[in-house]
């Protein structure tokens, strides 16, 4: 008798229908001996004020300005930004149509979390998360409506292993004259599935009462239960089908579709802080350590406009909020997933399956290891 697929045991491919493309997860190499490179566990006794760091408070930065003596949060536009505010000169003509380039202007705001320098995400309180939230739509709706502004990215390095340089807590806000590759593609493909014939009619709908691909996709998952690490009652984080990041996590609002973080009520602020804070501290228990990750929002490209107080639906409410978790730990604090010559040069592969990355998850506990 031939022998039975067992996704636990056989390689197979998964497809990811946010981007269209798709990953190899080979869940028999995690039986593998591993004597490739480790990395040095993040240090675990940073001091509440660093008289050295850039961005505590009343210290001075890299380029001379003292920060104020914050009390929450504090934002200032990044010292050393990835873009430049207009106006930025014309690009030279293409020496060829193979080679074309195109100006991008925009700016940069640096959103530090919290005065402690000792702390993040996951030892922060719920009320200092929703202060976070709170800032991150303030910045999200005033850059977002600005001439020439076409996208707003908020997004968070956290960890030395994610090219953080500094380990005080914080994030950035990146807005640019252009939509960037990947959420474009997101976009994309959201639009497609809400025209297709694939599309069903579980969830609630999107744009014009059309099927929200993430909104299908999260009623299936909550049904399903096999990949969900936790949820409350607005959002659920879970390990998607076709994650890459061998503990990736995927946050998205479940009850009704929301396109930006200007959509969200009072109640669903806080029950999406307390959802950051929930996956964070079960990352920092998974391996009992400060937890790398590379942490994005995805939602409208800019913050719908209003009439009498009202927001205006358009077009771009075909996109659902959604935030990607993607941490490069794979067998414990010190081991990372590289980028295999396969993977540079074919597709993206995986171990580990999502289904066993979630149930790992699931199992930590609720409550940070350094306060069990």
């Known amino acids: 008798m031939a022998e039975q697929f067992d996704p636990t045991t056989h390689p197979h491919r998964r497809y990811n229908p946010l981007t269209n493309t798709h990953i190899l997860v080979s869940p028999h190499r995690t039986k593998r001996p591993w004597l490739g490179q480790t990395e040095p566990p993040a240090p675990s006794n940073l001091p509440s004020h660093d008289k050295n760091c850039y961005l505590c408070p009343g210290n001075a930065r890299a380029n001379g300005v003292i920060n104020e003596d914050y009390k929450t949060t504090m934002v200032f536009e990044n010292d050393y930004a990835a873009v430049l505010p207009p106006p930025v000169p014309a690009a030279p003509a293409a020496p060829h149509p193979l080679l074309t380039a195109e100006p991008v202007q925009g700016g940069c705001d640096v959103v530090c979390f919290h005065p402690r320098h000792d702390l993040s995400l996951p030892t922060l309180s719920v009320d200092d998360i929703v202060a976070i939230i709170q800032e991150w739509t303030r910045i999200y709706h005033h850059r977002g409506t600005r001439d020439g502004i076409k996208y707003v990215q908020i997004f968070e390095n956290k960890g030395a292993m994610m090219g953080c340089s500094n380990p005080h807590p914080h994030s950035q806000v990146w807005s640019t004259s ?4 990947l959420p474009a593609k ?6 497609d599935y809400a025209e297709s014939s694939a599309a069903t009619t579980n969830g609630p709908k999107g744009y014009q009462n059309k099927p929200c691909l993430l909104c299908e996709y999260v009623a299936y998952e909550r049904t399903a239960r096999e990949r969900i690490v ?3 009652e607005h959002f ?3 390990v998607p089908w076709w994650a890459y990041w061998p503990f990736e996590i995927l946050v998205l609002p479940y009850k009704r579709h929301i396109p930006s973080l200007t959509h969200f009520t ?3 602020t806080r029950a999406f802080a307390e959802m950051i804070s929930h996956v964070t501290i079960r990352y920092d228990n998974l391996f009992s350590c400060s937890f790398a ?3 994005g929002m995805h939602q409208r490209p800019l913050p719908p406009k209003r009439v009498e107080g009202a927001l205006i639906e358009d077009e771009d409410d075909i996109a659902h909020f959604h935030v990607h978790f993607e941490p490069p730990l794979l067998r414990s604090a010190t081991v990372r997933k590289f980028l295999a010559g396969y993977e540079v040069m074919a597709e993206p592969q995986r171990d580990l399956t999502a289904e066993q ?12 290891y350094s306060r069990a």
């Open 178 to 181: 252009i939509l960037p590759t």
């Open 186 to 191: 997101e976009l994309s493909n959201l639009r």
């Open 230 to 232: 936790v949820e409350n």
């Open 236 to 238: 659920v984080a879970l």
């Open 266 to 268: 009072p109640e669903e």
């Open 293 to 295: 990750y590379a942490m």
């Open 357 to 368: 990355a979630a149930q790992r998850l699931r199992a930590c506990s609720s409550v940070h």
